[in-house]
């Protein structure tokens, strides 16, 4: 860890805000060296909210160690010395760790006054326990400590340590490791030290979202099983009422699916990430077998790769779930749609019918206008060469036969003169 604090800058430069935290960063969780006989143990806790609710944990914890040298603002990694033991608290973006390390023979199995109460809200998921031995080998006394159809035991580093471990939960809830660490300086012990607390800690991280998985099977199978009955329902039924139904239970569907998405994503993306950086640990061991025994890579490979594969099955089924759930809505309200559009269609070849007899009708209200007004003006005409037809040249039938024409075409420019106006306005 580094001092964070700000420097002076020349020239009126500004400090980056995340300058300091990349420094910190690059510098987090140094590796101390162990001597040889020595036990460590780590305890894990896993937050409720992904680490939104360890900031309080996070300063009492620097308060009780004291502002160490080298501790930060930034830093996530506390390391201190409390009651004759090397205390180390690490933050990490979702759980936190505890490790101390004591003498061989040192029995206190929860040791007070490291801050170990302090983390009662969280949830307990991993404690480990690492015995380096000052020995060349792992003594059979000391193997025959582990579950004999469980024991993994290699040679490591090229033959410079030995290890061994059943990854059982003893009596005391701690899963052992022993590591043989003769042939090794202690920065080199620390090393191992340091891979082994990991391995154990990501191992158990991320098989936390192998139970997830699980218990989303049933879920995930009856979210199927309603898309495929309301698919059934479609096919079977056309009107526009159930089409309506049907994409409300599609919309209903989506929305169970997709919270179920949000609620388990992080969970999946983040037992995904753990199990790189497990296997990412294993492999940097550079294992020998001894004997017939399986190594620590082989072993978890066998366990966790399956379980990592379950869960990218299940997140895998959720998206395409939520998938074709969307794709339906889309063919569903395509449908509809086209549903609508060809009811228009009817509507508006009704209403152009209806307009067609409507105008045939108006026609012909038209013409007979015109030959009813024309009789009545031709009546009038009648009446008025009553009075007159002494003066006329010619008798009044053969007049009005005369007339009749002319009125009948000035009544019909005068009714077509009407409807222009009548069209204009």
């Given at each position: 860890m580094i001092d964070a604090r700000p420097l002076p800058l020349p020239f009126g430069w500004t400090e980056h805000p995340y300058r300091p935290f990349i420094h910190a960063e690059t510098h987090a969780r140094p590796v101390p060296p162990v001597g040889a006989p020595a036990t460590i143990r780590r305890v894990a806790?896993?937050?409720?909210?992904?680490?939104?609710?360890?900031?309080?944990?996070?300063?009492?914890?620097?308060?009780?160690?004291?502002?160490?040298?080298?501790?930060?603002?930034?830093?996530?990694?506390?390391?201190?010395?409390?009651?004759?033991?090397?205390?180390?608290?690490?933050?990490?973006?979702e759980f936190v760790t505890l490790t101390w390390k004591s003498p061989q023979e040192e029995r206190r199995i929860w040791p007070e006054g490291i801050g170990l109460e302090w983390h009662a809200g969280l949830g307990f998921v991993a404690a480990v326990e690492i015995d380096v031995l000052a020995a060349e080998t792992i003594a059979e006394a000391d193997l025959a400590r582990f579950a004999p159809f469980s024991l993994c035991r290699s040679s490591i580093y090229g033959?410079?340590?030995?290890?061994?471990?059943?990854?059982?939960?003893?009596?005391?809830q701690f899963v052992r490791f022993s590591v043989a660490a003769g042939r090794c300086g202690a920065q080199r012990s620390g090393v191992i030290v340091r891979r082994l607390l990991e391995i154990e800690t990501y191992r158990c991280i991320a098989l936390l979202g192998l139970p997830v998985a699980r218990q989303l099977g049933a879920k995930v199978q009856t979210y199927e099983a309603g898309l495929s009955r309301i698919m059934r329902e479609i096919g079977e039924q056309s009107s526009a009422e159930a089409h309506r139904h049907a994409l409300t239970d599609l919309h209903a569907l989506s929305?169970?699916?997709?919270?179920?998405?949000?609620?388990?994503?992080?969970?999946?993306?983040?037992?995904?990430?753990?199990?790189?950086?497990l296997a990412n640990r294993l492999m940097r061991l550079g294992e020998t077998p001894i004997d017939e025994t399986t190594t620590l890579a082989r072993y978890l490979d066998n366990r966790i790769q399956p379980a990592l594969a379950t869960c990218r099955a299940m997140e895998k089924r959720l998206a395409e779930l939520t998938a074709k759930v969307q794709r339906s809505i889309e063919l569903l309200d395509a449908t509809i749609t086209v549903?609508?559009?060809?009811?228009?269609?009817?509507?508006?070849?009704?209403i152009l019918r209806t307009a067609q007899s409507q105008y045939r009708l108006q026609e012909t209200v038209e013409g007979l206008s015109i030959i009813a007004i024309s009789y009545y003006l031709?009546?009038?005409?009648?009446?008025?060469?009553?009075?007159?037809?002494?003066?006329?040249?010619?008798?009044?039938?053969?007049?009005?036969?005369?007339?009749?024409?002319?009125?009948?075409?000035?009544?019909?420019?005068?009714?077509?003169?009407?409807?222009?106006?009548?069209?204009?306005?």
């Open positions: 806790f896993m937050s409720a909210d992904r680490g939104k609710d360890l900031a309080e944990l996070h300063r009492r914890m620097w308060n009780l160690a004291g502002m160490a040298e080298g501790a930060s603002a930034w830093s996530r990694q506390l390391s201190f010395e409390a009651y004759d033991l090397n205390v180390t608290w690490e933050m990490h973006n033959g410079r340590a030995e290890i061994a471990t059943d990854f059982l939960p003893n009596s005391e929305v169970e699916a997709s919270s179920t998405v949000e609620d388990t994503g992080f969970r999946f993306a983040a037992t995904q990430a753990y199990g790189e950086i549903s609508i559009q060809t009811q228009n269609q009817a509507v508006l070849d009704t031709l009546g009038i005409l009648g009446y008025v060469l009553e009075g007159v037809h002494d003066s006329l040249p010619v008798g009044k039938p053969l007049l009005l036969a005369i007339l009749a024409p002319a009125v009948i075409v000035m009544v019909f420019l005068l009714i077509r003169r009407l409807r222009r106006a009548k069209r204009v306005s």
